[in-house]
């Protein structure tokens, strides 16, 4: 049975609502995603790990879900924000409703809620706390409540999204674990599977179809936990290693920024998002919030050196602030032409880049993919980008 629900923004603003899935009070950050498809892939995003996510697109649920989209082992949103729920799926491969998906999981969904008018206040006034509630309809509670919350800025949300413990991925899903403590034999821990190269990937939250993508280029991967140091990794005599991406403030993360400047020079790195800004921050640059954070699907994105455009998926709130960086051998590669944010990196000495938005996803559906053939190729020569 549906329920009245409020969110209650910390400016006090108010938006009345009713459940379609679970109850209860959550509070976290209020975002909103522009893309008309992809919500299974969204709500089980660990970037989206301590934020309240709203979907612009007005009928949510109307293809339901399936174990093959899921881009980690649970739902990741605080809670899910539709205009229109569609509780009949009508898809071949739908195996669940959207409401019994998020049920399971113990998230809230809510609808009726008119995210038309709340994403226009969160670009005008920038991405905000709140509280939503079946408990408590009183707004001046709600907003008290939201501006007590602890909000992103500051919060290491990565310990909180990451793998306990270190595993193999093989054939498209999570392989055996792997106990990394003591005398380490990589023969051993490589065994099984199909594979040139031997990539180590840091999970700060990483989506499945990244190591997807990795995996069908020919890789061997090993996951292991953000917090693993640069010597564990070394011993695994990778040929490659690729930072993921994740949630929360980039700036409270200093130990995956530590671990990444002790692998500068000693193995080809390639990052996407979270890891892109780990690698901005390593080579000396400082991270800044975004008004109101880029997610969606239709991102312009330029390759400075082509000058090609690609129009690529995103999801983050926090940026590289390139004139942070004085280093004249790192490059910016990339540009965002909605408001010229850096979206790109690489150095002229060192085998390492990173891209801002995310080159799995595929919205073009081809632009980005390039980018997974450039880290192939980075491994095979051990050298920088030309």
């Given at each position: ?48 790990k301590g934020q309240m996510l709203a979907m612009t697109y007005p009928l ?124 380490l034999d990589p023969q051993e821990l490589w065994a099984g599977g199909e ?41 695994l005599t990778p040929d490659g290693v690729f930072l993921s991406n994740g ?140």
């Amino acid at each position: 049975m549906a329920l009245d629900a409020l969110l209650v923004l910390e400016d006090g603003t108010a938006f009345h609502c009713r459940t379609f899935a679970g109850s209860g009070e959550v509070a976290a950050e209020v975002c909103f995603n522009t893309a008309m498809t992809g919500y299974q892939e969204a709500i089980t995003d660990p970037s989206y790990k301590g934020q309240m996510l709203a979907m612009t697109y007005p009928l949510i649920g109307n293809y339901g879900t399936n174990p093959e989209d899921v881009e980690s082992r649970a739902v990741q949103v605080s809670a899910f924000l539709v205009k229109e729920y569609q509780e009949f799926p009508s898809n071949f491969r739908s195996t669940q409703s959207l409401r019994e998906y998020l049920e399971a999981a113990g998230v809230m969904g809510v609808e009726g809620l008119d995210t038309r008018a709340l994403t226009r206040h969160l670009r005008i006034r920038g991405a905000m706390k709140g509280v939503l509630s079946t408990e408590d309809l009183d707004p001046v509670s709600l907003a008290a409540k939201a501006q007590a919350s602890p909000g992103l800025v500051g919060i290491d949300l990565v310990k909180e999204v990451t793998c306990h413990q270190a595993y193999r991925w093989l054939d498209g899903a999570p392989g055996p674990d792997l106990n990394l403590s003591g005398e380490l034999d990589p023969q051993e821990l490589w065994a099984g599977g199909e594979g040139h190269f031997k990539v180590v990937c840091l999970d700060c939250g990483i989506k499945f179809n990244i190591l997807r993508r990795l995996e069908k280029r020919g890789n061997k991967l090993i996951v292991v936990p953000a917090s693993t140091p640069a010597e564990t990794i070394l011993k695994l005599t990778p040929d490659g290693v690729f930072l993921s991406n994740g949630p929360g403030d980039p700036a409270a993360v200093t130990y995956v920024v530590d671990t990444v400047k002790n692998l500068l020079g000693r193995s080809p790195i390639f990052g996407i998002c979270l890891g892109h800004q780990m690698i901005g921050q390593a080579l000396g640059g400082k991270t800044y919030k975004l008004k109101f954070g880029h997610r969606g699907a239709n991102q312009p994105v330029m390759d400075l050196k082509t000058s090609k455009v690609e129009i690529t998926s995103q999801n983050h709130g926090f940026c590289v602030d390139s004139d942070t960086i004085d280093d004249p051998e790192v490059v910016m590669t990339h540009l965002n032409l909605n408001d010229r944010t850096l979206e790109g990196l690489s150095h002229r000495q060192v085998p390492v880049f990173c891209v801002q938005y995310h080159p799995e996803a595929a919205p073009g559906p081809h632009d980005a993919d390039y980018l997974f053939d450039r880290f192939q190729d980075m491994m095979q020569s051990k050298a920088p980008l030309a």
